[in-house]
């Protein structure tokens, strides 16, 4: 782990947001839209850890011998990606062939998960899980560990280390899965509150209750979650919802009281302003107004939903009614960390639907709008005084193709959106945790 020095001035080409974009075209001329904030050649000026202030380069020169002068023109510098579902062991198993998602647990993703019961195993998992985030240019996540303390442990011991911002916490599972990935309701209860004690809070972690999915909860258990949820505050939920239709209609024999898969966690009391659900895909208009109701948003996930094969997110259609979306990679649904490949992905799957993703709209959902989504916009997601200086220095194009292209581009959204659509994490190059680098692509020119 590097240290931060005390005052650090980085310049580059500065991109963020203060407003969503929204669905709007950009303009012809410029490719700019409201909400989309361009600075290009200013330096970004960070003291302690914190972004203390922006300045044009034509009119400021940072004095060398106060700060640490990092001169990166001609790059692209924004705020760090924020991924709101993910699944830490899960990159064991991604690229797998030829299943849905219920054949996908039980072919791929529970017996992967069950060798992180080894803490050796959960340890090592962990740090390789974190320090690939660091290297495709994601500084903040939502993951899903598994149902050992071990393996939540290792975690967050390592997000700790590294300084991230954090969300995650024991997953929950007491039925429908293998013998050594169940727990039980008094058991889980305690791990949960135990972990609580030691982490919640602690740094700039948070922790969640994790269900996986209501099939592998009974209602006294989800009951169990939604308790501790009013008991402690912070605390997040994270879970899935109607990502598959087949996990529909078992959900709806499992839970016959229920007026929806949505309900199921309703009832128990999961909804909420700090609920994160991953796929939202079969939901209907009063699932959208119970979730605009709640406060709860969905992790949009492209990338698992196109490769798992489980359909098309109705996005514009959740956010008229109220509801908020962020974008997450889901690895191993997903197929990549690259939040870059998971908003070409996310374009890809509105296009199906006849609707027109800018690389605006996208951007945001994966910058400010989850930090807004999580109730961190105080602190991540967007280039602020007062930020903490998460940070993503990117190349514009990587490779002969992308940089024919980058040259050809018009105005700003054009060049943005190709950016967006052929980059990858082989155009960052350097990532920063509270104005640490803790990742470099070498070498860096």
């Not at 998992?125 to 598994?146: K, R």
């Not at 912070?234 to 959900?251: D, I, K, P």
């Not at 302003?273 to 208009?285: S, T």
């Not at 959740?318 to 960390?337: C, I, K, M």
Request: overall charge negative; aromatic content about 8%; hydrophobic content about 45%.
């Amino acid at each position: 782990m590097t240290s931060a020095p005390d005052r650090l001035a980085l310049r580059a080409d500065l991109l963020d947001f203060d407003a969503d974009p929204g669905w709007a075209v950009p303009d012809p001329a410029t490719g700019l839209v409201p909400g989309v904030r361009w600075r290009p050649d200013h330096w970004l000026l960070v003291e302690d850890g914190r972004i203390a202030g922006v300045e044009p380069a034509a009119a400021f020169t940072p004095d060398a011998a106060v700060w640490s002068v990092e001169d990166r023109r001609g790059r692209l510098l924004m705020p760090g990606f924020i991924d709101t579902h993910v699944h830490s062991p899960q990159l064991d198993v991604i690229a797998s062939y030829g299943t849905e998602l219920l054949d996908w647990l039980e072919t791929y993703t529970f017996p992967a998960e069950m060798r992180h019961a080894d803490p050796a195993v959960a340890v090592a998992g962990a740090e390789l899980f974190l320090d690939a985030l660091l290297a495709h240019g994601t500084t903040s996540a939502v993951v899903f560990p598994t149902v050992h303390v071990s393996s939540t442990e290792a975690l967050l011991a390592g997000a700790h280390h590294r300084g991230m911002r954090l969300i995650t916490g024991k997953v929950l599972m007491d039925r429908h899965a293998p013998e050594g990935l169940r727990d039980d309701v008094p058991g889980a209860e305690r791990d949960s509150r135990a972990l609580i004690r030691r982490w919640h809070g602690t740094g700039r972690l948070a922790y969640a209750m994790t269900v996986r999915f209501a099939p592998t909860s009974t209602p006294e258990q989800l009951a169990m979650a939604g308790r501790l949820m009013m008991e402690v505050p912070g605390l997040y939920m994270q879970t899935h919802v109607a990502e598959n239709r087949a996990e529909v209609a078992w959900v709806a024999e499992l839970f016959p009281e229920a007026r929806s898969y949505l309900d199921v966690y309703h009832r128990a009391g999961l909804l909420g302003e700090r609920a994160v659900l991953a796929h939202g895909i079969w939901l209907d208009d009063a699932d959208r107004a119970l979730l605009a109701d709640t406060g709860a948003q969905i992790a949009h996930s492209p990338s698992s939903n196109l490769f798992l094969g489980s359909g098309l997110i109705g996005w514009p259609e959740l956010e008229a009614a109220g509801a908020r979306v962020s974008l997450a990679s889901d690895v191993g649904g997903g197929t990549s960390l690259s939040m870059l490949r998971t908003l070409a992905d996310a374009y890809k799957v509105q296009a199906l639907r006849g609707v027109r993703l800018t690389a605006w709209k996208a951007l945001h959902g994966a910058t400010l709008g989850a930090a807004e989504a999580l109730g961190l916009a105080h602190e991540i997601g967007a280039l602020e005084v007062g930020r903490t200086a998460d940070l993503a220095l990117w190349d514009w194009a990587a490779g002969p193709v992308a940089t024919h292209r980058d040259a050809r581009a018009r105005q700003l959204h054009e060049r943005v959106f190709a950016w967006m659509t052929l980059g990858d994490e082989r155009n960052l190059a350097a990532t920063w945790i509270a104005g640490r680098a803790l990742f470099r692509r070498a070498p860096i020119r």
